[in-house]
T-cell receptor, first 112, second 114 residues
């Protein structure tokens, strides 16, 4: 069945450091891939998405490329800020269903 | 648009009591999802509806949990009787076919069962 594997956290970085959060997936068909962010005490917000292979999603300085050959959708940001501290979820959707498969979430803490 | 609305935002109750959580999806969305989030189990899909009809309730933990969607603008998740292990944050989300399955989440209801 479909699945998402996300790197374990927490990840602690200094401000302006480079961020990578790994996400790999297993799926049949042609799913869409998403990164959601959850700030403390809030619901999940869509950060970026990609709907087909080789698509690059980007938002607020974050990027992720849908790589079918490596079944990956890694999240990157060149220079993190304290305000990026949150939990990040990778999710797989579509491919014949409207259900999402969520990763376990990666907590990011950015220190000033 | 107001986004997905959930009420109450916080609920504290005693074991054995009935709890009802409410959700208003984004107008025009035809899919509605209920999730539960805990530290131990992460984010779990409980049930989802399409056009007010339950499509998949395989994530509902047991018969104490029930969900309804009487119309396109309202859904409830009920726990009866509640137990301490039901303590969690419950999220509602909605989506439509045109948004490549993008789901829009509500702010959640934090439930504490004493």
């Amino acid at each position: 069945g479909n699945s998402v594997t996300q790197m374990e956290g927490p990840v602690t970085l200094s401000e302006e450091a480079f961020l990578t959060i790994n996400c790999t997936y297993t799926a049949t068909g042609y799913p869409s891939l998403f990164w959601y962010v959850q700030y403390p005490g809030e619901g999940l917000q869509l950060l970026l998405k990609a709907t087909k292979a080789d698509d690059k999603g980007s938002n607020k300085g974050f990027e992720a490329t849908y790589r079918k050959e490596t079944t990956s959708f890694h999240l990157e940001k060149g220079s993190v800020q304290v305000s990026d501290s949150a939990v990040y979820f990778c999710a797989l959707g579509g491919s014949g269903t409207y259900k999402y498969i969520f990763g376990t979430g990666t907590r990011l803490k950015v220190l000033a | 648009d107001a986004g997905v609305i959930q009420s109450p935002r916080h609920e504290v109750t005693e074991m054995g009591q009935e709890v009802t959580l409410r959700c208003k999806p984004i107008s025009g969305h035809d899919y509605l999802f209920w999730y539960r989030q805990t530290m131990m189990r992460g984010l779990e899909l409980l049930i989802y509806f399409n056009n007010n009809v339950p499509i998949d309730d395989s994530g509902m933990p047991e018969d104490r949990f029930s969900a309804k969607m009487p119309n396109a603008s309202f859904s409830t998740l009920k726990i009866q009787p509640s137990e301490p292990r039901d303590s969690a944050v419950y999220f509602c989300a909605s989506s439509d076919r045109s948004s490549y399955n993008e789901q829009f989440f509500g702010p959640g209801t934090r439930l504490t069962v004493l």
